[in-house]
């Protein structure tokens, strides 16, 4: 509650008691003084409670209202007239619980100020929220004899909470879903990674084996890049050309084993081998110089 409203409940509180206590009083009533500051302070207020934007309603000890302000019939579409005599549960719905309805009869009957929130009903049966603020009133012999409430209408900001809610489940909701897609890829894609490794281990044991089967080899083996340029050349390719595996891997194989004279016409077959996959040399298996 507000400080301005609880400065207002408070002072209503201390004028009630006093007007309570000047009516029971046959010497105050006899102080015209008294009397007529308490009937200024009362018009002060009844000017404050009648255009206060807060319902206000005062009830005897027993709960039955005697007073409602302007706002409450506006708000709960009772008049004056029906909600004077009777009490607050005319307003009273089963969203809030008996528990905590025991909880404030018991904190203002012990002389303590209740602070909370209802869910009540209008008249026409429309459901509303209210923050409430009830504190007893006592007279000159700490005797309590009203009760004051203060009740702010929180229907829209109780709306935007419940849309909040919502909407943070559905976040939630979609944030599982989310995960669990995403977790769902990442256990495809590790598999995917696995068995590519499983291939990749599978081909580089196979390459290593050619690799082995091609160096043991009693046919020369050559192997080159696009370029020309040696790439694999085995222990036959050592002893035909007389240069071993670490002279050549890297060079040009024409520049190695081609003769000058024949440098040319070799390298021209070997960019129509490049181009095409044909060539004079192709599938000879050696040449006599």
């Not at 019939?73 to 009772?78: A, D, E, N, R």
């Not at 194989?253 to 440098?263: A, E, Q, S, T």
Request: proline residues 2%; aromatic residues 8%; neutral net charge.
């Amino acid at each position: 509650m507000q400080k301005p409203l609880q400065a207002l409940l408070d002072k209503l509180s201390r004028i009630i008691s006093s007007a309570s206590n000047a009516l029971n009083n046959s010497d105050q009533k006899k102080n015209n003084t008294e009397n007529k500051h308490l009937e200024e302070q009362l018009k002060i207020l009844s000017c404050a409670v009648e255009q206060n934007p807060c319902t206000i309603v005062i009830t005897d000890i027993k709960g039955n209202i005697e007073y409602v302000n302007p706002k409450f019939t506006q708000l709960t579409g009772y008049s004056t007239e029906e909600a004077i005599g009777q009490n607050p549960r005319i307003l009273k719905t089963d969203k809030t619980s008996p528990e905590e309805y025991e909880r404030l009869w018991k904190a203002i009957m012990s002389g303590k100020e209740w602070h909370g929130e209802f869910c009540n009903k209008k008249k026409n049966g429309e459901l509303y929220w209210e923050s409430a603020s009830i504190s007893p009133v006592r007279n000159s012999e700490g005797a309590i004899t009203h009760f004051v409430a203060v009740k702010e209408d929180i229907t829209q900001r109780k709306r935007m909470e419940e849309k909040l809610t919502l909407f943070n489940k559905y976040l939630e909701a979609h944030v599982i879903e989310r995960t669990k897609k995403l977790k769902e890829k990442n256990t495809k894609l590790l598999n995917e990674i696995i068995r590519r490794e499983q291939v990749e281990d599978v081909l580089q044991e196979n390459v290593e084996k050619i690799q082995k089967i091609a160096s043991s080899a009693f046919d020369t083996i050559i192997m080159m890049d696009d370029e020309g340029k040696v790439s694999f050349w085995n222990e036959a390719a050592e002893r035909m050309f007389g240069y071993s595996r670490e002279e050549v891997i890297g060079k040009n194989l024409h520049k190695m084993i081609v003769p000058d004279r024949y440098y040319d016409a070799f390298q021209k077959g070997m960019e129509g081998f490049i181009k095409d996959g044909t060539g004079l040399i192709i599938n000879k298996k050696r040449w006599h110089v």
